[in-house]
């Protein structure tokens, strides 16, 4: 089910916006959304570089950067491919004597076309989720064509997210994820 909740979002990002999105905010205001979809980054070819987070306590949240450079100079920062975000709620059915049971769980998917290179791996992946409060998983799909490809964040429970692509460092996209259901 994962997997063709995934090839969706490849689809929907290579044939155009099926649902209504918007662009991605630039600044790092935290108006956090419980749904949505969100485009950004510019259509070049890139590399992942690398995947970090880390936890607010203060202000409960966890922000994740991914961070890209351009595929042929490597210049980390520099550019970010283009990319779709989307916010699936978490699928729940509602229990006879109260309460409910949860379906499949919340989840960011991100899809991201033309990426040369993806440095991101299974074990660090899996290490950044066991240090996560609120994100259960993260998974990177292998490349279904010419360098389009997923990664989707499993949240632990309906987290609503704040996501936004710096001014000043266009290589990058950040997430953040707040405890505030």
Not at 23 to 29: G, L, N, T, V, Y
Not at 31 to 46: E, H, N, P, Q, T
Not at 160 to 180: A, C, K, M, W
Request: glycine share 6%.
């Amino acid at each position: 089910m994962q997997l063709t909740a995934t090839i969706l979002a490849l689809s929907s990002l290579a044939l155009g916006a099926i649902a209504p999105s918007m662009s991605i905010p630039r600044d790092a205001s935290r108006r956090y959304l419980s749904d949505g979809i969100f485009d950004g980054g510019k259509a070049v070819r890139a590399n992942i570089e690398g995947l970090r987070f880390s936890k607010h306590k203060r202000e409960k949240f966890e922000r994740w950067v991914f961070d890209f450079s351009d595929a042929t100079t490597q210049t980390i920062g520099s550019v970010a491919p283009q990319f779709r975000i989307r916010y699936v709620k978490a699928g729940k059915m509602a229990k006879p004597e109260g309460g409910h049971v949860t379906l499949e769980p919340a989840k960011i998917i991100i899809s991201l076309k033309g990426v040369s290179k993806n440095l991101l791996t299974r074990p660090m992946l899996e290490k950044l989720a066991q240090k996560s409060n609120l994100v259960k998983e993260v998974i990177s799909y292998p490349p279904i064509e010419d360098g389009d490809l997923a990664i989707e964040m499993i949240l632990k429970d309906s987290y609503p997210f704040y996501s936004h692509q710096p001014l000043t460092h266009e290589g990058r996209l950040v997430i953040d994820i707040s405890e505030n259901s």
